[in-house]
């Protein structure tokens, strides 16, 4: 293996030198707590309240409704928990779809068992919710509405606008797990309606272990980590003011470079998905052909399985993933290809490969005609693909 394609960009990415060199001297130099008055922990601070005012400049939102958390998944349960418990008095009805994260759809399930009630809605053949079907959903009780923006499997991008509008006509809250599309898609909080969004630093070249949740001024949201008064006295923990000033740099690096970077990378995406579904048979592709991130590309082998494409992908130095990482370990189809209605065996032929800026035409030729080699091995082996060739010639 002379070189590593990396192609799992979704569910992580490389920190960059630039967001690296940020971060160093706050490790080492500038590294005492925000909290304190003395003059090293007040460059503490003031780095921390720099990287908010420019994570806040992306969206259009004000410094003072950005609150740092540990991640995508702390900022889905702070903003589902806390959202739930902060307006029960006015009701106990949250509307989401079947095809979110599990960092909400467990959310979900653990309210469910706290005697919140919540809807799941359908999405259509290629991953975009249906807005009749949530129209219908609205109940006097409803009090929160969670959409993802954009999905982190087969990449089809919600029309968040709407449903933004549908859930302010109602007078219901709107949070969206922006995970996978902050940085990737303009996003303005004020034009889309968003009341709460959820992101994490990884996903766009910046470290591991930092989010934010966007909450809008007026939103009674409460804490879900209790202790001291840091973020406003809404989320408690001495500040990763490292990871803070990495995530500052890496959504000024994202944002500034959208334009460019991403028409490459749907450049690349296109070029990959045409050349896919035209030389491997049997293929599909998942996800809206072209309302999708920049950079996802997520198809179905008929008669593979995508765990042995994996591992006879990475023998060749070339990174994927079939679905989630966060479900990785999972011996279950992905939820999100059965809720576009594909069935087990198809669903189970899965490969998601996302590129990035650092992504070549020349990485996405050998990765074609590896997976090429791979399918046709693995169909070989195949007795259902056996059975289907034979049928197929009698006819």
């Known amino acids: 293996m002379s070189k590593l394609i990396y192609l799992d960009n979704a569910?992580?990415?490389?920190?960059?030198?630039?967001?690296?060199d940020a971060m160093l001297p706050y490790f080492s130099e500038y590294y005492g707590n925000a909290s304190s008055i003395y003059s090293i922990g007040t460059k503490s601070k003031e780095a921390i309240n720099r990287s908010r005012e420019t994570i806040a400049g992306t969206l259009g939102a004000a410094a003072n409704e950005i609150y740092f958390t540990a991640g995508g998944s702390e900022a889905d349960n702070w903003a589902l928990k806390a959202t739930a418990e902060a307006y029960r008095s006015k009701g106990n009805h949250i509307i989401t779809s079947k095809i979110e994260h599990h960092a909400?759809?467990?959310?979900?399930?653990?309210?469910?068992?706290?005697?919140?009630?919540?809807?799941?809605?359908?999405?259509?053949?290629?991953?975009?919710?249906?807005?009749?079907?949530?129209?219908?959903?609205?109940?006097?009780?409803?009090?929160?509405?969670?959409?993802?923006?954009?999905?982190?499997?087969?990449?089809?991008?919600?029309?968040?606008?709407?449903?933004?509008?549908?859930?302010?006509?109602?007078?219901?809250?709107?949070?969206t797990d922006a995970v996978q599309a902050f940085g990737q898609v303009p996003i303005n909080v004020d034009e889309l309606h968003i009341d709460m969004l959820s992101s994490s630093a990884h996903k766009i070249n910046g470290p591991k272990g930092i989010g934010f949740l966007y909450i809008r001024k007026g939103v009674k949201i409460r804490s879900l980590i209790h202790g001291g008064a840091q973020e406003r006295k809404r989320r408690a923990g001495t500040e990763n003011v490292p990871g803070i000033v990495g995530y500052g740099k890496a959504a000024e690096e994202a944002v500034g470079t959208m334009q460019e970077r991403t028409a490459k990378e749907i450049e690349l995406r296109d070029y990959l998905i045409d050349r896919i579904l035209k030389e491997v048979p049997y293929t599909r592709l998942n996800g809206h052909r072209t309302n999708r991130l920049p950079n996802n590309a997520n198809f179905s082998f008929q008669?593979?399985?995508?765990?042995?494409?994996?591992?006879?992908?990475?023998?060749?130095?070339i990174c994927g993933s079939s679905g989630s990482a966060c479900t990785s370990g999972s011996l279950d189809?992905?939820?999100?290809?059965?809720?576009?209605?594909?069935?087990?065996?198809?669903?189970?032929?899965s490969l998601r490969l996302t590129l990035s800026a650092e992504t070549t035409k020349e990485d996405i030729d050998f990765t074609i005609e590896k997976i090429k080699e791979i399918v046709a091995r693995l169909r070989s082996m195949s007795p259902l693909y056996e059975d289907f060739v034979k049928k197929s010639q009698k006819k």
């Open 11 to 20: 569910a992580t990415t490389k920190t960059s030198k630039t967001v690296l």
């Open 104 to 175: 909400i759809l467990h959310t979900c399930e653990y309210l469910e068992k706290q005697s919140f009630e919540v809807t799941y809605v359908d999405v259509d053949e290629n991953g975009i919710i249906k807005l009749e079907e949530l129209k219908k959903a609205i109940r006097p009780e409803t009090i929160l509405i969670s959409v993802m923006f954009a999905n982190n499997e087969i990449g089809s991008i919600q029309p968040v606008k709407e449903i933004g509008e549908i859930a302010h006509e109602h007078g219901i809250l709107f949070h």
């Open 303 to 317: 008669f593979v399985e995508g765990e042995s494409m994996l591992i006879m992908l990475d023998m060749e130095g």
């Open 333 to 349: 189809p992905s939820h999100v290809l059965l809720a576009i209605g594909l069935p087990h065996e198809i669903a189970h032929g």
